[in-house]
């Protein structure tokens, strides 16, 4: 069996970003295959009693993300930018991740939409932002039309009812089996595990 | 000026004990000087809308703790159990720290007290607990007696308001200057920069 992690992320956070770009190249140094898994925050934010990013509820919290972002991508030589407003609408974005099966095309995708929001500061709700994401894919501009197919719809929502059952509470997470990792700071862990299985 | 870092800790904080375990080691590595500040964060949380541990109120948040712990201490060969009740009351505990000027006992202490809490499970509310913290460094029985002195209580209330005035919102923190880190996992980064000034 091919050692694999789960990769689970929400466009709109900010450690998702940083997770996403470099856990391929760790992965490959590790001979394991990463699935990539979008999800919404929203439901279980909701459910949690939030209406709103936990960054902007509780503004010490907020403030703190803030700085570390910034030395966190200084460090690791990433572009950085404060998406306004913040958080995001990654909805549809999330479900064209959905239509994408092939995972090369799946993983450029992600990372161009999180290059657009993070390194750009582009509104990823917009239509033409995403058409680019989806060149950058190589993917066709009429993909965009399919975040609307009711399938794809109800296909986002089971992924976030998945992530909930499997006990996920924020983004970045990451699934070896049954073992969760949360947070980028967790991300080489979870990757040593899914090596040594 | 001797570089030096403040280390902000609460009691009932789980992976503040993981910290209080290794800041002393790691800091003579990197010649720095630790100064051990205790805090409460109930009055935080409160301003926060929180009258309980975040672990208790959003128990997806608190399951997952528990295994984190759970992991970092077997990888760090330090044994854990799961207080109960959870969270503890370090108040008495955290008043007896601003009691002990003395650096080498003030760290011993609050060591013992984590050690009584996450190594063997005791209520560190209880006076006989404190008494047998306060022999581990060396300090005698009635010092217990100082907790309930006007002058030490308003001194860690004092020491929550500086700590709210940080930017502090959760613990362990760790202050080099005015730059702020969060976490356990942000030690080794903050004891760099501390290195480096």
Known sequence: MQRSIQFWFEFASTYSYLSAMRIEDLAAQHGVSVEWHPFLLGPIFASQGWDNSPFNIYPAKGRYMWRDMERLTAQRGLRFSRPDPFPQNGLKAARLVMTIEAHPQRAAFVRAVYAAEFV????????????????????????????????????????TQTAQ????????????????????DRLDEAMQLAAEI
């Not at 993909?143 to 197919?149: E, F, G, N, S, Y």
Request: charged share 20%.
């Open 165 to 184: 059952a499997k006990g996920i509470f924020g983004a970045p997470s990451f699934l070896v089996g049954e073992e969760l990792f949360w947070g980028d």
């Open 120 to 159: 750009d500061g582009l509104n990823i709700a917009d239509d033409q932002v995403l058409i680019d994401c989806l060149s950058q894919a190589s993917l066709p501009p009429d993909t965009l039309a399919h975040c609307h197919d009711t399938e794809i719809k109800a296909a986002l929502m089971q992924q």
